[in-house]
């Protein structure tokens, strides 16, 4: 489901002047690292490029060891299909 930009401009226009916070729940991918769409702020439809090593055989690949990313490293949401980094996507603490 999606709003219209009217919608989210009245939404928006709701709060202007109110002084709030957002506070992070447990148990969500903005509580745990600190990432959420920039654009539609949704945190549970990120997905990240990882470095990860693998073992290669005829049958084709095998993941093994550890995996990692950085701050450079390439951010998606499957919500509104932005991209970017994950820097982009790190909220403010």
């Known amino acids: 489901m999606s709003l219209c930009s009217n919608c989210v401009d009245d939404f928006v226009a709701l709060f202007e002047g ?11 991918v903005i509580y745990e690292w600190g990432m959420a ?3 539609c702020g949704r945190d549970d439809k990120l997905q990240v490029s ?3 090593w693998s073992r290669l055989s005829i049958e084709g690949t095998d993941p093994c060891g550890d995996h990692e990313w950085d701050p450079k490293s390439g951010c998606a949401c ?6 970017g980094t994950v820097n982009d996507a790190t909220v403010a603490e």
Do not use: Q, S
């Not at 109110?18 to 969500?28: I, K, Q, R």
């Open 18 to 28: 109110v002084d709030y916070e957002l506070v992070p729940v447990e148990n969500t």
């Open 37 to 39: 769409c920039p654009v």
């Open 78 to 83: 499957d919500n509104c299909g932005w991209g």
């Open 50 to 52: 990882l470095k990860v």
